[in-house]
C-alpha cells in the first residue's frame, strides 16, 4: 500500500474549544492515507475519531477551532483554505457518510431527488443524464428495482437501503476520499456484513482511499489495510491490520484488543483497563493513558510521547518502547 | 443417524416443552410455553386504515435452568426484547403461560404478581435512561426497599451499602446523581438497583451493548462474578454475539417472534443447524484479519411482524427452501445433543451439513499476543 500518492496527508492537527486553547480535544495527529487504500481510525467514545473526520471535512461546530495542523488533499492544503474552497471539495473530492443515514437523508424528498440534486449540482448533469446516472448509482450499491426505489422516500427503505443510498450519494462525482463514521454501527450484523462487503468492494473498483472510524474492532479485522488507534485525542498507535492484531505495541491498544470477547475462543475472564477515557478540559499531564496503564514509568506523567517508529510500518506513542535508545521523535507526516 | 423428537408448532405446543428444556423440568427455574404477544397498531397514512396486528412474539417455547446464563439473539425487531419482559409478565402476553417454580404467573393478581417480582428483575441497556436523574443512588438502590415495605431507614442505608460494595462502587456514591457517574458505573448503579431485593432470576436486556470495549469487559466480569457468588440465573439478550458467547451457557436464536433454535453455546457455534442461525453467526465479523470465514449470505431484508410469511417464516431468504416451506411452519424439534430446531429439513436430516463459524489461519491468537 505504501508507495502509492497520497491522497490526504494530515500533520499536526490540533483541535480545541474556541474559549480554551489549552483544552485540546484532538492533539498532534499526523498520518497519511494513500489512493486505494482502507485506514481504519479505531478508538472508545471520547477518543476524537468523530472530532478528526468532521475536522477534515471542515465541518467543526462553531464551539471548537482547529488551533494548528495541516490537512492536504491531493496535494492542497485545505487549513489554509477558505470556507468556499472546502466547500467546493466537499461531496467532489471527498465525501462523508455518517451513522444513522436517517438523520442524513431529507425525510420529505424522494431519494431520487436527493441523489439527482448532488448530480446536477457537483458535475453539472443534465436532469435526464442526472436520472440516467442516478439509476446506475444504485445498481453500483446494489439496491434492487433501481427506478422504483429513486421514488421512494427515505422512511420507506430499511436501515441497510438507507445506508446504501448514502453510499450511493457519497460515489455520486466519484470522490477521491470517503470518509466512513461508523457506517455500520446502527445496522444489524448481517445487514452489515453485506455494507462492509459493499464498501470494500467499492473501494477496490474506484480505487478511492477510504477511513473507517469505528469502535468495533471486528469491522477493523474485516475491511482496513492499516489501523490507527486514537486515544483521547492523540494518536496511540499506527499499524497494519495484521501487525496491530498480532503484535500490538502500544499498552491501550493491547489492552482494548484483549478485552474484546472472541469467537474463536471461550475465555473465563475479559481484561479490563481500569477507569475511564478522561474528558476534555481533564486531561491527564503527560501520556493520556498513564493513568490507566499497567506499564506505567515515571517519565510517563512527565511529557507526552512522540509517536515513533518502531519498524517501517508502526508506529507507536509509548516509552517504554524507547527508553534506553533516545531516538528522535519521527517526522510529521511520515508516521505509518 | 439424528433422533428427532417430533413437538408441537411454537404457539401451540405443550407437549413440545420437555424435549425443548433437553430432559428433567426440575432444574427449570422459569419456562415460557407458547408465549405470544400481539400488538395492535393502526395501518396506513394518519392511522385511518383498519387495524393490523404486529406478531412481535409468536408463540415462543422456552426453559431457562438454574444457575445458566441463556443468550437470547436475534436482529431488531425479532422480539427478543418483547420475550424477556414477556417472561417478567412487564407486559401482558396475549396467549400463552410462564412456569416459574411451578406457578403459572398469567394467573397471578397485582398483589401475587408483586411478591413474585422480588424474584425477578431486569438490567436495562441505557444507563442513563433508566436511572431518575433526581433521584440519588441511594434513593434510586432503595426504592426497591420502599416499595416492598422491607426494613426501617438505617436499615435500607445499611443494605444499599451493602449493595454498591456488591457491584464495586464507592459507599460514597450513595449521596450522588445519576450524571455525576461514567457510563460502566451507571450500569452497576442499574445492576445493585436490580439485585436490592436478591433476586434469583434476572433478564438482562442489551446490558453492556451501550458501553465502550474496554468498560464492558469490566460490566461483564462484574455480571459473572455475581452470578457465581449469588447464583443468579440470566436471561441474556443481546445483539452482541460475541459477548452472548463469551458468557451463556446455552443460546437460543429468535427470527420473527420465533425461536429457531437452542442449543449450548460451543454447539450453536461450532455448528449452527437452522439456516438462519448460520447466515446470522457468519455474519459477525471476524476477530483477527487472518481468520477465514465462510459466509452464508442473506438477501433481501427481515419481513415485516405485520406480514409473516406462510410456512416457516425464514423460508422467502432460506437457499434451502423447498415447497413444504412455504407451506408448513416448522416445528421447534429436539435433537438428541440437547439441540432444538425448527426447521423440515434439519428435522428429517435433509439438511446440507453446517461448517464451523470460524476457522483460524494463523497460529497465533490475540490473547496469546496480549497477554
Redo the contacts between chains.
Keep these: 500500500m505504501s508507495g502509492t500518492s497520497a491522497v490526504l496527508e494530515v500533520e499536526g492537527l490540533t483541535t480545541a474549544l474556541r474559549n480554551q486553547a489549552q483544552d485540546t480535544i484532538l492533539e498532534d495527529v499526523s498520518f497519511t492515507l494513500g489512493a486505494g487504500e482502507v485506514l481504519g481510525i479505531v478508538g472508545?467514545?471520547g477518543s476524537g475519531k468523530s472530532m478528526l473526520a468532521l475536522t477534515i471535512m471542515g465541518l467543526l461546530p462553531s464551539s471548537i477551532r482547529r488551533t494548528s495542523g495541516a490537512i492536504r488533499l491531493l496535494g492542497t492544503n485545505l487549513a489554509q483554505s477558505t470556507s468556499e474552497a472546502w466547500r467546493e471539495r466537499r461531496g467532489r473530492d471527498m465525501a462523508m457518510i455518517f451513522q444513522e443515514p436517517m438523520t442524513s437523508l431529507n425525510p420529505v424528498m424522494r431519494v431520487g431527488t436527493q441523489i439527482e440534486e448532488v448530480l446536477r449540482r457537483r458535475r453539472r448533469l443534465s436532469n435526464a443524464e442526472s436520472h440516467r446516472k442516478a439509476i446506475e448509482l444504485l445498481e453500483r450499491v446494489e439496491i434492487p428495482s433501481p427506478a422504483r426505489r429513486l421514488l421512494a422516500y427515505p422512511h420507506e427503505l430499511?436501515g441497510?437501503?438507507r445506508q446504501r443510498v448514502m453510499i450511493a450519494i457519497a460515489l455520486a462525482a466519484d470522490p477521491k476520499l470517503l470518509i466512513a463514521d461508523e457506517p455500520t454501527t446502527a445496522l444489524?450484523?448481517?445487514?452489515?456484513?453485506?455494507i462492509?462487503d459493499l464498501l470494500r468492494s467499492l473501494q477496490r473498483d474506484t480505487g478511492m482511499a477510504l477511513m473507517l472510524i469505528t469502535?468495533?474492532?471486528?469491522?477493523i479485522?474485516?475491511i482496513a489495510d492499516r489501523v490507527m488507534v486514537l486515544y483521547a485525542g492523540r494518536v496511540a498507535e499506527t499499524a497494519s491490520?495484521?501487525t496491530l492484531?498480532?503484535?500490538?505495541a502500544h499498552p491501550y491498544s493491547?489492552?482494548?484488543?484483549?478485552?474484546?470477547?472472541?469467537?474463536?475462543?471461550?475465555?473465563d475472564?475479559?481484561?479490563?483497563?481500569d477507569g475511564?477515557?478522561p474528558t476534555v478540559g481533564a486531561m491527564p499531564v503527560g501520556c493520556r493513558f498513564a493513568p490507566r496503564c499497567v506499564d506505567r514509568r515515571d517519565a510517563c506523567v512527565v511529557s507526552s510521547p512522540q509517536l515513533r517508529p518502531l519498524s517501517p510500518q508502526h508506529g507507536v506513542a509509548c516509552v517504554k518502547w524507547f527508553a534506553s535508545v533516545p531516538a528522535a521523535p519521527v517526522a510529521q507526516g511520515s508516521a505509518r | 443417524m439424528r433422533e428427532v423428537v417430533r413437538v408441537g408448532a411454537g404457539g401451540t405446543g405443550r407437549a413440545g416443552i420437555r424435549a425443548v428444556s433437553g430432559g428433567a423440568t426440575a432444574d427449570v427455574l422459569i419456562e415460557a410455553r407458547g408465549l405470544a404477544k400481539h400488538f395492535a397498531v393502526r395501518g396506513g397514512t394518519f392511522g385511518v386504515a383498519k387495524k393490523a396486528v404486529v406478531h412481535a412474539v409468536d408463540g415462543i417455547d422456552l426453559a431457562i435452568r438454574k444457575g445458566e446464563t441463556l443468550g437470547l439473539v436475534g436482529e431488531s425487531g425479532c422480539g427478543k426484547s418483547t420475550a424477556g419482559r414477556l417472561l417478567l409478565r412487564l407486559i401482558e402476553p396475549t396467549a400463552g403461560a410462564i412456569l416459574h417454580e411451578g406457578v403459572d404467573l398469567t394467573t397471578l393478581g397485582r398483589r401475587a404478581m408483586r411478591e413474585r417480582r422480588k424474584n425477578m428483575q431486569i438490567i436495562f441497556q441505557d444507563p442513563f435512561g433508566s436511572l431518575n436523574p433526581r433521584m440519588t443512588v441511594e434513593s434510586i438502590i432503595g426504592e426497591a426497599y420502599a416499595i416492598h415495605r422491607i426494613g426501617a431507614t438505617h436499615e435500607r442505608s445499611r443494605r444499599v451499602g451493602e449493595m454498591l460494595d456488591l457491584v464495586g462502587l464507592p459507599r460514597s456514591a450513595a449521596g450522588k446523581h445519576p450524571h455525576e457517574f461514567s457510563g460502566g458505573q451507571r450500569q452497576r448503579i442499574g445492576i445493585a438497583r436490580a439485585l436490592a431485593l436478591h433476586p434469583a432470576f434476572v433478564v438482562c436486556d442489551e446490558a453492556v451493548s451501550a458501553l465502550d470495549v474496554s468498560v464492558q469487559a469490566q460490566i461483564i466480569n462484574l455480571m459473572q462474578d455475581l452470578q457465581r457468588d449469588l447464583g443468579l440465573t440470566y436471561l441474556f439478550i443481546s445483539h452482541n454475539l460475541a459477548v452472548v458467547r463469551h458468557i451463556s451457557t446455552r443460546i437460543a436464536v429468535m427470527y420473527l417472534g420465533r425461536i429457531v433454535e437452542v442449543a449450548a453455546a460451543d454447539a450453536l457455534f461450532e455448528h449452527p443447524t437452522h439456516p438462519y442461525t448460520r447466515a446470522l453467526l457468519s455474519a459477525v465479523p471476524i476477530t483477527h484479519p487472518r481468520e477465514e470465514r465462510h459466509r452464508h449470505e442473506l438477501s433481501g431484508d427481515v419481513p415485516s411482524p405485520l406480514a409473516i410469511p406462510a410456512g416457516c417464516r425464514f423460508a422467502p431468504r432460506c437457499p434451502f427452501a423447498q415447497a413444504r416451506c412455504r407451506e408448513q411452519d416448522p416445528a421447534l424439534s429436539a435433537f438428541g445433543d440437547g439441540r432444538a430446531v425448527a426447521c423440515h429439513l434439519a428435522a428429517d436430516g435433509t439438511l446440507p451439513p453446517s461448517q464451523p463459524v470460524v476457522r483460524r489461519a494463523a497460529p497465533n491468537s490475540i490473547q496469546e499476543i496480549a497477554r
Design positions: 472508545e467514545s430499511s441497510g437501503m444489524d450484523v448481517t445487514i452489515q456484513a453485506q462492509l469502535h468495533d474492532l471486528g469491522v479485522a474485516e491490520v495484521a492484531f498480532d503484535a500490538p493491547q489492552a482494548l484488543l484483549a478485552s474484546i470477547p472472541n469467537l474463536a475462543s471461550q475465555r475472564r475479559l481484561a479490563t483497563i475511564a477515557v
